[in-house]
């Protein structure tokens, strides 16, 4: 498919955070750009905003006449859409293109030098600072990110196209779409166990990834992970290692030693140690687009973070509040080691919602012990995104695993008043639904309270 012959470009799921990317990149090459979602938020208003109409009921009738014509129109659509969707059925039987987001990003990246982040965990935040990195020095790029950078307040960035940086998301394979120059592989914890089934096939589809990369492409792989590539690590035998790691007013201060040289007094900004990975991986990736070292350090010092990944709302000596995309335990552990490093013997609130009765199922134990590490815990219902519920997976039975005397189902509506009576020093709030949606709420209140 040649996209010069595409004159307009349709999503069903539009408001997701990849498609919306993709949205915002068809509307900025000139096309005709639609769509529908099933709910308004934040990004669907944010893509109204630039002239892209968007519709929330499932109808046909909905769809405007420049977006019927199968000649010319390409249909994009994300796997959270079920397969009985009205639209999505009508464009499959009346011979439009129609394709998945993942293999609408391996055309559009397929001719540029494409850097592609992959990994259970960390995707979104190491690509944001790869993407910072290749921008603060001049590199003409265009990136795709599953998070809303702080550096420019979006999921898209437009710097030129010689240059490409992509999540490789391995839900649904997706991943295997993309063809890279170099990729990296930040983690392969089991996830997504109701695609693959279990963990040895998940570890397989890495490595058909680490396949996909062209000739003389490069492959960086933490530390410790059952693959071969360019390794990176704290403190060990990694290619490109940080050494001499030290923490000054909440400021990672510390050595990074690539193959060829060490650089002293490197500065990174972000909380915990699995930031402090991802930015050594993106700085590594970065050098290999022929970045000056110096410029890289002056950037990666400036990299301001990711919207809900570890983002601080409120940082205030009597009151600290988190707001984290963390849905995994791996991901919670690191919330949790993040805030015990920066903010030590201070008493911790931590509200979570559970996403996928699927991965709560699955991680159940784990989730508990996770949970279990925080002063107090509250839970509200599990976020069923694209699943119908299973009988006797619930917020409540994940509750009672939780070997914890301070914790508490809540309701959404209750969330502030609960605040208010723990009092706590810190507090965090966790998810992949729409807990993100709270932020501003609980945010608003407690700024007002101090």
Partial sequence: MNLKDIHSVYFIGIGGIGMSALAKYFKFIEKNVAGYDKTKTPLTESLESIGIDIHYNDYMGSVSKEYLNPKNTLIVYTPAVPKEHSELCYFLKNGFKVKKRSEVLGIITKDTFCFAVAGTHGKTTTSSILAHLLKETGTPLTAFLGGISE??????????????????????????????????????????????????????????????????????????????????????????????????????????????????????????????????????????????????????????????????????????????????????????????????????????????????KDFVADFALSLAKFDSVLLLDIYPARELPVEGVNSKWLLDKIDNKNKKLVLKKDL??????????????????????????????FENAI
């Fill in 151 to 360: 550096d420019f307040n979006s999921n898209f960035l437009f710097e030129g196209n010689e240059y490409s940086v992509v999540e490789a998301d391995e839900f649904d394979r997706s991943f295997l779409r993309l063809s890279p120059n170099v990729a990296c592989i930040t983690s392969m914890d089991a996830d997504h166990l109701d695609i693959y089934g279990n963990s040895d096939e998940l570890k397989k589809s890495f490595e058909d990834f680490a396949g996909k990369i062209k000739p003389n492409g490069k492959l960086f792989i933490r530390k410790g992970l059952p693959l071969k590539g360019i390794t990176y690590g704290i403190e060990d035998d990694s290619d490109y290692c940080i050494r001499h790691l030290k923490i000054e007013h909440g400021t990672y201060i510390f050595d990074l030693e690539t193959p060829e040289t060490s650089l002293n007094g490197v500065k990174f900004n972000k909380p915990g140690r699995h930031n402090l990975l991802n930015a050594l991986v993106a700085f590594a990736m970065a050098i290999q687009a022929g970045s000056p070292l110096n410029r890289l350090v002056d950037a990666l010092e400036s990299f301001k973070g990711v919207q809900r990944r570890f983002s601080y709302q409120i940082k205030d000596d009597a009151f600290i509040f988190i707001d984290d995309y963390a849905h995994h335990p791996t991901e919670i552990n690191a919330v949790y080691e993040a805030i015990s490093e920066m903010h030590p013997n201070k008493k911790v609130l931590a509200i979570f919602q559970p996403h996928l009765f699927s991965r709560t």
């Fill in 416 to 445: 502030i008043e609960e605040i208010k009576k723990q009092k706590p020093d810190v507090l965090v709030t966790m998810g992949a639904g729409d807990i993100g949606l709270e932020v501003s709420l609980i945010k608003k209140e």
